[in-house]
């Protein structure tokens, strides 16, 4: 395929969650590698949108706000898209489609647009050129990538999400993470998930914290949960708790690794990178600040349980490990030819095994083998 002419003002759109959103860096650092002297403009969720700022490929950011009533969310896009088209862009590339962002796409008046819909069988809708790979099962931020080389570009696989703050951000969250620790490494637990079965039971992120903190050079543990799970913040406070009163009998001990251990549901997106960013190690499910932290080149550890990690975990294992129980039967939700998987918001028949049978001390083990020191 020969290269595209190389485009003057570049739309790349991604309304999606905060995982998608960070897997879109790696795509956009290809359009700036490749276009340098193009004006390259962001359309994403307003509750991501700050993330990106000063991000090097990006030269503008536009928030999209969703709405869960349908007719607002139509109102939203055609309000976007009309100032959209006066930017007059001369490419567009959206990354993972709705029929939504598609229209938004095609009533910019772009003349060269690669959309495409992550749905195998699903028709890449107004996208001017074939995208590659299509119906193959690939990666997400592969299936990403082949967007960008729709438009004659060639990618290598295996580039990685980037992002970064400010040097103001990364003195407050250094001085933040040295008083919880003392000075030495600190352990960030990602508590939350998309759905209770994709959650690692919150007793044992407990014990991990207490573990860490009393391995011999380790500091503290910051857990990590999203502005409206605080039911969850107390629990896993209470969780902490239970836990030192079985483990640690002396008082003084006991005290003092309490105070080592926080956890935080009001930060802004900006802290959570900045904190993600300063941490010794990442611990957590398969959710969004998983993903921000190996943007942030921190070492994590990934706790998956209904669903396969081939999809969502497209990062090298040496430095981001993961835990997977294999070959259960009652992950049995995925199409034919897909990756094992299961729907289920609570589990009550299996008990959540796909998530009980991973140990905490091969988790706190695994931790402690990747985290930089």
């Given amino acids: 395929m020969a290269p595209t002419p190389a485009p003057k003002k570049i739309l790349a759109i991604k309304l999606r969650s905060l995982g998608d959103t960070v897997l879109m860096t790696a795509p956009l650092m290809e359009l700036r590698k490749q276009f340098p002297q193009a004006k390259i403009h962001v359309a994403v969720l307003s509750a991501w949108a700050p993330l990106l700022e000063d991000h090097p490929a990006i030269d503008q950011i536009w928030s999209y706000e969703r709405h869960s009533e349908r007719a607002a969310r139509a109102k939203a896009a055609a309000r976007l898209a009309l100032k959209l088209r006066r930017?007059?862009?001369?490419?567009?590339?959206?990354?993972?489609?709705?029929?939504?962002?598609?229209?938004?796409?095609?009533?910019?008046?772009?003349?060269?647009?690669?959309?495409?819909?992550?749905?195998?069988?699903?028709?890449?809708?107004?996208?001017?050129?074939?995208?590659?790979?299509?119906?193959?099962?690939?990666?997400?931020?592969?299936?990403?990538?082949?967007?960008?080389?729709?438009?004659?570009?060639?990618?290598?696989?295996?580039?990685?999400?980037?992002?970064?703050?400010?040097s103001s951000e990364a003195t407050w969250a250094s001085e933040y993470l040295g008083k919880l620790g003392g000075g030495k490494p600190v352990l960030a637990l990602g508590l939350g998930a998309s759905r209770p079965t994709k959650s690692w039971p919150v007793e044992r992120f407990a014990a991990t914290a207490v573990e860490w903190c009393r391995t011999p050079g380790a500091g503290g543990a910051f857990g990590l949960v999203g502005s409206r799970e605080t039911e969850m913040e107390h629990a896993f406070l209470k969780a902490v708790d239970d836990c030192l009163s079985e483990s640690v009998k002396e008082p003084a001990e006991r005290a003092a690794i309490r105070g080592k251990i926080t956890v935080q549901s009001r930060l802004g997106i900006r802290e959570l990178s900045a904190i993600l960013g300063s941490v010794a190690a990442f611990v957590g499910n398969d959710s969004g600040p998983k993903h921000v932290a190996v943007a942030m080149q921190t070492p994590t550890v990934t706790l998956f349980g209904p669903e396969h990690p081939f999809e969502w975990h497209p990062y090298p294992v040496a430095q981001h490990p993961y835990f997977f129980v294999e070959n259960l039967s009652c992950r049995k939700d995925a199409a034919p030819g897909m990756p094992p998987w299961c729907s289920l918001d609570l589990c009550v028949q299996e008990q959540h095994k796909c998530m009980r049978q991973i140990g905490t001390s091969a988790v706190l083990s695994k931790c402690l083998e990747v985290a930089r020191k």
Wanted: a positive charge.
């Fill in 87 to 166: 930017e007059h862009f001369d490419c567009v590339v959206n990354f993972h489609a709705s029929p939504s962002s598609s229209m938004i796409s095609f009533a910019t008046g772009a003349k060269l647009r690669s959309i495409h819909f992550h749905g195998h069988s699903a028709k890449n809708r107004y996208s001017t050129v074939t995208v590659p790979g299509k119906g193959t099962l690939k990666p997400i931020i592969e299936r990403d990538m082949d967007t960008v080389r729709a438009l004659g570009l060639t990618v290598p696989e295996e580039k990685m999400p980037n992002l970064a703050v400010r």
